[in-house]
Nanobody, 124 residues
Framework: QVQLVESGGGLVQAGGSLRLSCPAS????????MGWFRQAPGKEREFVAA????????VYADSVKGRFTISRDNAKNTVYLQMNSLKPEDTAVYYC?????????????????WGQGTQVTVSS
């Protein structure tokens, strides 16, 4: 069982930055692929980024590539999402999630554990 709690969301102007954090419970954190997803009002939850258990591999949605960076600190059981050059269209509730190794990291259905989400609002 893995419990996730996101933090770091808030209100920021376009062009600004935020860093989301997601500490996880459990002793096998490094065994999980960690992902970030987001859900804007009236839209489906969508993939943002994912990182392998050892942090050596990352993937991003095209919409955030070059602006967002996912990272993890296995000693602290925490995954991060650094968001730079934020745009109003990045406004959403951001969720971190965990899944076993393998499969399709972009597939929301393959993630077993979810946090409660943190709101990110980008003003124009």
């Amino acid at each position: 069982q893995v419990q996730l709690v996101e933090s770091g969301g808030g209100l920021v102007q376009a062009g600004g930055s935020l860093r989301l954090s997601c500490p996880a419970s459990g002793r096998t954190f490094s065994g999980y692929v960690m992902g970030w997803f987001r859900q804007a009002p009236g839209k489906e939850r969508e993939f943002v980024a994912a990182i392998s258990g050892n942090g050596g591999s990352t993937v991003y949605a095209d919409s955030v590539k070059g602006r967002f960076t996912i990272s993890r600190d296995n000693a602290k059981n925490t995954v991060y999402l650094q968001m730079n050059s934020l745009k109003p269209e990045d406004t959403a509730v951001y969720y971190c999630a965990a899944r076993p190794w393998g499969g399709n990291w972009y597939n929301i259905k393959e993630y077993n554990y979810w946090g409660q989400g943190t709101q990110v609002t980008v003003s124009s």
